[in-house]
């Protein structure tokens, strides 16, 4: 989302410079991935043995009937043997002789189980992997059922989230859409875009400047939009509070960023601050991770919440991820010195606010959610690593949208819910004929889900629709002008290359550059992209300073509406001037709904919510035109207050683990943007318990999501490899499971003592979250990880 919908964001989200991005190293690529011998640094030593025989080496020699001592048990070499490591099997040339003193193995014993308190009270409420927060009986029963499972308004399954922006007053002219104009009927969740981070590194709305629209502006004779005059604040928060009072189920959160207040805010005169926003306040210049002033945030954003009566904070940061010039232009000279700690730094944000808000909600007995826009695009979660910070989200809220627009000269769709196989850029870049990335492409909706489900359950990811078109004009090629090319030569600032971006009457929501002029991008509100295709002069043209003569004449039968099943994506393509307006209307609006409830997914967002359309008969000089209206959300409350038409689908699940150990898993020494391909980090496994040594052929499971084909190996001769498979081939259509389950062994030579850890490198090909449903194999036995079952008896 953006405060003015800029045009460069949804090419660096959706991967302008992407391709080439992701095949840098491809050259390499062979000798990157072959499996490499354990280093010597990576090994643990066991404890030192007790046995009366000589110490196993590799570099002696040994005869038939020659003892040694090797992990505390005894062996006699079969035949002359050097360099052969102690092994029980019928090509190995030692004889396990039995533990050291002559004696036979016993069979191995488990310390007991440590019992656990069964959880009772608001931990009965807690959502399905959220983050806890130590020593707080935080509220969750407040939001949450027992289970875990939201307290939704109006009836809703499924969250319905829509983006109020704070700037269509109405007070330039151009139409205004006011909290009065808002379905709360039909919605569960109210964003307020946006508020920012200030100079101080607080949580501002510029609410104490004089005329401000949040709390000082008012609308005298706009029926619905009246003053409460006994609230200390006016403008739209003075208006949302008196909503909320009807609808006290609909829960309002206050979004902080955007695409134009991530690195910077404007100020009370509407210009902007170029302060480093997010990125200074989460990461100092020096890379260090600028804890006080996350905790200057934080605590302001509690204040905030309490004095402005909202249910939760929108984390809308644009964007924490290694890649070198993502996010806004004006942005870069803060994001690309700080690379290598943004992710850090944004975890470090997200886990104090998750106890600033736990410990304000257990205080307050009201519960406060803490949530994100997060990006879609494979390019830009390349360099998030594993979004280790998802589990201090109660839900994401994926931008699945600016997949396409004119940042680049390939025509697409803007939001498609699937790949087709034909992406112009995905084909350009040669990524369906990369063979490690299994012909899977990453720009559509279905990938950015599955992305997200490595790191949490289907309840906890919303999925994002726009409420808005993006288009080119100039289109050569293609198919009506889909998956064709349109070459931009004046590009906006940070861009060398762009797409062609419709303008004028196909680009009335346009944003203007620091001249003032209208940058191109084919941005428009859906009301205004059905009068085109009716061929309707909107009375309001004459606002966003289309001449209404001219227009007329480009209007009549020139607009004509395509659609493409196997995308999810309508169109609109004006043959006359080679236009293409990437649209969303009641087909594909269905079409997501019903994918959204056959995967069991939370929900959806749009942005924003004064896109949506009704036809309204009495405007137009009684005419009759589109307008803003309800007509999408509507559709979509329609579909989630019924019940479910399709079962929900949900991941294969073996016997669930009756206990639990305590083992660490973690994914880390990522290279940085560029240098990430293969994406090639270490896990390391860390023995946390106390008296439990894991031995030579423990076994490790987990799931990666199939974001990533089911090609994930080891370079460091562990074996590592999937053993289940959730998709094979090509995602047309969808990618058909969630979940790859990938197995990993200590090899028998190698044990882990309680503290002790290994690490060994690890290769894939396209981004995960995660990984997620560990568990460990011990003595014939199952456990899950303490991590993700705190409430299950324990091994010590």
Not at 294 to 308: E, G, H, M, Q
Not at 393 to 412: E, K
Not at 449 to 476: D, E, F, I, Q
Request: neutral net charge.
């Amino acid at each position: 989302m953006s405060k003015t919908l800029m045009l460069i964001k949804g090419g660096l989200a959706a991967g302008a410079v992407g391709g080439a991005a992701l095949l840098a190293g491809h050259a390499a690529l062979n000798s990157g991935s072959a499996a490499l011998p354990m280093s010597a640094a990576n090994l643990v030593k066991t404890a030192a043995s007790s046995c009366t025989d000589p110490a196993w080496n590799a570099s002696s020699v040994y005869n038939g009937g020659q003892r040694v001592s090797y992990q505390d048990q005894t062996w006699q070499a079969k035949w002359w043997t050097q360099g052969n490591t102690p092994a029980s099997s019928d090509a190995s040339p030692w004889q396990l002789i039995g533990q050291c003193g002559g004696g036979t193995n016993p069979p191995p014993v488990d310390p007991p189980l440590v019992q656990v308190p069964a959880p009772t009270g608001n931990a009965l409420c807690r959502p399905e992997a959220l983050a806890q927060t130590s020593g707080v009986d935080v509220p969750y029963c407040a939001a949450y059922k027992q289970g875990g499972a939201e307290q939704l308004a109006n009836g809703s399954r499924r969250r319905i989230i829509g983006y109020f922006t704070s700037w269509r007053t109405g007070k330039d002219g151009s139409p205004a859409y006011l909290v009065n104009n808002i379905p709360w009927g039909k919605l569960t969740h109210i964003n307020y875009a946006f508020a920012h981070v200030d100079g101080s590194n607080k949580l501002s709305a510029n609410e104490t400047a004089p005329g401000n629209s949040a709390t000082d502006m008012t609308w005298p004779g706009v029926a619905g939009a009246e003053m409460d005059p006994n609230l200390p604040y006016k403008g739209h928060f003075n208006l949302l509070t008196q909503y909320k009072r009807k609808f006290p189920g609909v829960k309002t959160l206050i979004s902080v960023g955007g695409w134009a207040e991530t690195g910077g805010y404007f100020d009370a005169s509407g210009k902007r601050v170029a302060s480093g926003g997010f990125y200074s306040m989460t990461v100092n210049a020096d890379g260090s991770v600028n804890q006080a002033g996350i905790n200057v945030f934080a605590d302001s954003a509690v204040a905030f919440l309490r004095k402005y009566g909202f249910d939760g904070l929108d984390i809308d940061f644009e964007y924490p991820t290694s890649m070198s010039n993502a996010g806004n232009p004006l942005d870069w000279s803060f994001s690309n010195a700080r690379l290598g700690s943004l992710t850090k730094g944004y975890v470090a944000l997200l886990q104090t606010l998750r106890d600033r808000m736990d410990r304000a909600a257990a205080q307050d007995g009201h519960y406060y959610q803490i949530t994100a826009a997060v990006p879609a695009s494979g390019y830009l979660l390349r360099g998030m690593e594993t979004f280790p910070g998802l589990k201090y989200l109660d839900f994401v809220n994926v931008m699945s949208y600016d997949l396409h627009g004119s940042w680049n000269r390939f025509v697409g769709p803007n939001a498609a819910l699937y790949d087709d196989g034909k992406d112009a850029e995905l084909s350009f870049w040669n990524v369906y004929g990369t063979a490690q990335y299994g012909n899977i492409g990453y720009l559509n909706t279905d990938w950015a889900y599955h992305y997200y489900r490595g790191g949490l359950p289907a309840s906890r990811v919303n999925m994002g629709v726009p409420y808005y078109t993006r288009g080119w004009k100039n289109v050569t090629g293609g198919s009506n002008g889909l998956w064709g090319s349109a070459v931009g030569s004046n590009c906006p600032t940070g861009l060398t290359e762009c797409g062609d971006g419709a303008v004028g009457i196909d680009n009335i929501w346009h944003d203007l550059d620091d001249n003032g002029k209208e940058i191109p991008g084919g941005s428009n509100p859906m009301w205004h992209a059905k009068n085109l295709e009716k061929g309707i002069a909107g009375s309001y043209l004459a606002s966003y300073g289309i001449d209404t003569s001219q227009a007329i004449n480009q209007l009549s039968g020139n607009y004509q509406r395509n659609y493409n099943s196997a995308l999810a994506a309508p169109w609109l393509w004006n043959a006359s001037k080679n236009v293409f307006l990437s649209t969303e209307d009641e087909q594909s609006i269905a079409q997501k709904a019903a994918w959204i409830d056959a995967n069991n997914v939370g929900g959806v967002m749009f942005w924003e919510l004064a896109g949506d359309y009704d036809w309204n008969a009495q405007r137009n000089n009684g005419q009759g035109e589109y307008y803003m209206g309800n007509t999408l959300t509507n559709l979509l409350y329609n579909t989630f207050s019924q019940p479910a038409k399709a079962s929900a689908k949900r991941a294969d699940i073996a016997p669930a683990p009756t206990a639990a150990i305590d083992v660490g898993f973690s994914l880390g020494g990522f290279a940085l943007g560029d240098q990430n391909y293969p994406i090639n980090p270490k896990l390391t496994i860390v023995n946390r318990s106390t008296k439990t040594t894991l031995p030579g052929g423990t076994e490790f499971q987990f799931d990666v999501p199939t974001s990533a084909p089911a090609n994930i190996a080891d370079q460091s001769g562990f074996g590592l490899k999937v053993i289940s498979v959730g998709h094979s081939g090509s995602n047309v259509g969808g990618l058909k499971g969630d979940f790859n389950r990938v197995s990993v062994k200590l090899p028998s030579w190698q044990s882990l003592a309680p503290g002790q850890s290994v690490t060994l490198d690890v290769v894939y090909y396209l981004p995960i979250s995660g990984p997620s449903h560990y568990t460990v194999g011990l003595n014939g036995k199952t456990y899950a990880i303490r991590d993700e079952s705190p409430y299950l008896p324990y091994l010590q």
